[in-house]
């Protein structure tokens, strides 16, 4: 029964009262304003295309129609079932203030009024100068034309993802932030890559290595006792060259460790809030392509067409099949964060930050070409003017279509899907993401959704993809213990049809943390039971309630509460100050 996973009413009455007030400013607003689900939910695989359409001078185009647009996907025609026009693809206002000692993600309260839009600072990826040059040009950004109303939030990435302002409208604060940012060494690799490719001899990737003579010995000399120019054995030049081939690879791994773990937050992040979201990366390298697969080649002409997918600088080919090794097993990860982009909705704009390039590094950008074609975003590379590209990334919500459809492709085989758009009107510019993996994540090798939540709990930044609210309160004569009451609405949950009834599987979390950011206790609860037509249709019209009581450390000071979906394996989190009072 419903009363079995429920809290009392009366001891809800504090969140029945927010969620009406919420429920009452989501009623004012235009039902056609309401942007659907996000993409790809297992339950539907509803699949949403984002396109911006622009005429030839780079205007946004309004006032299409569903019948304007013809969409493919692998060359069958499908049927838009979904449609938002630039207008209504608007973030929600802003919901009413929340009573003290309770919390929200939802997205009224994580991003509301105003296009979202996210600067992405990639120190782990980018040289030091280049880090100074880009900083520079986002303050004269944010200085000279950031307009209040416009909605930012600006992230750092360096060990791992973190969070320099949540969104804000307000240039002032986006400049002071910018302003605290100090370009960093990079963590991994800074001092195994030379700053310009080395284009002849038999290159290395660092300077020491470099000046080694790694010719083979004489005849007349065994491989025991040769040595090269400078009098050192061939066998330890071998010995230093592989262990800087293996320095070569270990910078690649880790790099693209952390660039797909904060892709991966992001999405978490990002992928709750409706609509489209533009995120600016202004980095310097990658150490991936996105989309490693094309059905129409072979491995041989995919290596031959695209030589970013294997080494591009000069110094990881003489690395030779460690370098490669990296890239390629970076493949999976490559599927799953193109899968976890397209559900979220996000946009990447790719920013060179090493402005009007004259370097032999033209692989470099054109992995950042590809990762803008693949997620329906524009690159900027070889510019000066850095803040051009992200002036030109928040004009495009403004012309921002959004559709929807179910495809006839049933089979969900995590095979790349791709997506052609066309419009019945004359020169005009469609910008979209090309394709899709049809890819389950909770069905992928090795995957635990206790992983997910783990990662989850330890981002500061609140995840979104379950939308929940929760109040903090001392339990009444329960000695040392808090009351923690979750609301979550059950709209972002997953249903399975069950005999008898709906079946829902939710996962509860309560986490507390020191004031260093250290775990000290972490408890949680699970609802997975099959509710009755009546009782679902509360929970849908109210919301899935639980109540759960916690006794944590002395000495803690945060919470962090997560809820996730158990068969999709989304997640959302909310961070709280800790009352013992």
């Keep these: ?319 030779g099949n460690y370098a490669a090794t990296a890239r390629r097993s970076g493949a999976d990860q490559i599927r799953d964060a193109d899968a976890r982009l397209a559900a979220a909705q996000i946009a990447l704009y790719p920013v060179d930050a090493r402005g009007l390039s004259i370097s032999l590094d033209q692989d470099a950008q054109e992995v950042m070409r590809e990762m803008a074609r693949d997620t329906g975003g524009r690159a900027y590379v070889n510019q000066n003017e850095i803040k051009l590209g992200v002036e030109r990334a928040m004009e495009d919500t403004s012309a921002t279509y959004t559709l929807g459809y179910y495809p006839t492709g049933k089979k969900w085989d995590g095979k790349y899907r791709s997506i052609k758009l066309k419009v019945d009107r004359q020169g005009l510019d469609l910008q979209h993401r090309r394709g899709y993996f049809a890819l389950d994540p909770t069905q992928l090798k090795g995957y635990k959704p206790g992983q997910e939540v783990a990662a989850a709990l330890g981002e500061a930044v609140p995840a979104t993809q379950v939308a929940f609210s929760a109040r903090v309160l001392p339990s009444p004569g329960a000695n040392g213990k808090l009351g923690l009451d979750f609301l979550v609405d059950a709209s972002t949950l997953s249903v399975e049809e069950d005999s008898g009834g709906k079946k829902m599987n939710v996962l509860f979390y309560a986490t507390a943390f020191s004031q260093n950011g250290k775990m000290l206790g972490s408890q949680s609860q699970k609802v997975d039971q099959t509710f009755s037509s009546s009782d679902y249709q509360q929970i849908m019209q109210h919301g899935m309630m639980l109540h759960m009581d916690l006794a944590p450390p002395g000495n803690a000071t945060q919470l962090r509460l997560a809820v996730q979906d158990g068969r999709t394996g989304l997640v959302g989190t909310i961070e709280a100050p800790l009352q013992t009072q």
């Excluded at 600067?119 to 303050?139: H, I």
């Excluded at 890559?193 to 290395?204: D, E, I, R, Y």
């Design 1 to 319: 029964m419903l009363r079995n996973v429920t809290c009392t009413l009366s001891a809800l009455a504090g969140l029945f009262a927010m969620l009406a007030a919420q429920n009452a400013v989501l009623a004012q607003q235009s039902p056609d304003a309401q942007v659907p689900a996000p993409t790809i939910r297992v339950t539907t695989h509803l699949v949403l295309v984002d396109v911006v359409v622009t005429d030839k001078q780079g205007k946004p185009v309004l006032g299409l129609k569903p019948e304007n647009f013809a969409l493919e996907e692998n060359g069958k025609a499908q049927k838009i079932t979904t449609f938002v026009t630039p207008e209504q693809n608007q973030p929600p206002a802003p919901g009413p203030a929340l009573p003290p000692g309770i919390y929200s993600n939802r997205a009224q309260y994580r991003s509301p009024g105003g296009p979202i839009t996210v600067l992405l600072l990639d120190a782990t990826n980018t040289q030091f100068k280049d880090q100074a040059y880009a900083r520079r040009q986002m303050l004269r950004f944010a200085r000279e034309q950031y307009k209040p109303g416009q909605r930012m939030a600006v992230f750092t990435l360096t060990d791992s993802l973190h969070l320099l302002q949540d969104f804000t409208t307000d240039p002032q604060l986006l400049y002071t932030a910018l302003q605290g940012y100090v370009p960093q060494e990079r963590p991994f690799g800074s001092a195994v890559q030379p700053t310009t490719p080395v284009t002849t001899g038999t290159p290395t990737p660092s300077s020491a290595v470099a000046s080694l003579d790694t010719s083979t010995p004489p005849a007349n000399e065994t491989a025991t006792s040769a040595t090269n120019a400078r009098g050192m054995p061939i066998f330890m030049v071998a010995g230093i060259q592989n262990f800087a081939d293996a320095a070569v690879s270990y910078d690649l791994e880790r790099r693209t460790d952390i660039t797909f773990q904060a892709l991966d937050a992001l999405a978490r992040a990002l992928g709750g809030l409706p609509g489209r979201k533009n995120v600016i990366w202004v980095t310097g390298d990658l150490p991936f392509t996105l989309n490693p697969e094309n059905r129409n080649m072979t491995e041989a002409q995919l290596s031959e067409e695209l030589p970013s997918f294997n080494t591009r600088r000069v110094d990881e080919h003489s690395s």
